[in-house]
């Protein structure tokens, strides 16, 4: 057992520092555009940002897949990338859209996605409560209830384990 253990640490230690070294240090590329919020209703304002024009880069962005044209991008005052708005038109279907900004300088182009739905985000209805099954649960409204299925699994265990001890010592049921 110890010596298979050694080599499987060792390379699992070297597999993380790998795979840690070539993950990105933040949740979403610097080279991809950056669309917030990334689900958004027909009428709502789309926030776009990208990193990938470098610092102080600027850059136009093609929102046409989604009815909005394009518009131009460029670094805000406090922000140092490439930033702009539109809003989502009212005419717009739901579906995924395909968001594309093009470099000003480089012709480097970068995408993003956009997801338009009809529901908004913060009216969409989340499950609240328990399911009804009839099974029951681990922990119900009434503590007497929960309290007396402790103390009848605690009684459970400890017989079984008073019956398995018997048994060990040959002194039988």
């Not at 805000?76 to 995924?96: I, K, M, N, Q």
């Not at 499950?127 to 029951?136: C, D, E, H, I, M």
Request: include cysteine; charge should be positive.
């Amino acid at each position: 057992m110890r010596r298979t253990a050694r080599p499987l640490t060792g390379t699992a230690l070297a597999v993380t520092a790998v795979a840690l070294s070539v993950a990105p240090a933040y949740g979403v590329p610097a080279d991809d555009v950056r669309v917030h919020p990334s689900s958004v209703v027909p009428g709502d304002q789309v926030t776009v940002r990208t990193a990938a024009c470098g610092e102080g880069g600027t850059a136009t962005v093609d929102a046409g897949a989604v009815g909005a044209g394009s518009l131009s991008l460029a670094p805000g005052p406090d922000v140092r990338d490439a930033t702009g708005r539109f809003r989502v038109p009212p005419s717009a279907h739901p579906g995924t859209y395909e968001i594309r900004a093009t470099c000003t300088g480089s012709g480097r182009r970068v995408t993003g996605d956009l997801v338009v739905t009809l529901t908004p985000v913060r009216e969409q209805v989340r499950p609240r409560g328990s399911v009804k099954t009839g099974v029951g649960g681990a922990l119900g409204p009434d503590p007497v209830q929960t309290a007396a299925g402790v103390a009848a699994l605690a009684v459970a265990a400890a017989g079984g384990t008073w019956l398995l001890h018997r048994r060990a010592r040959g002194d039988g049921i």
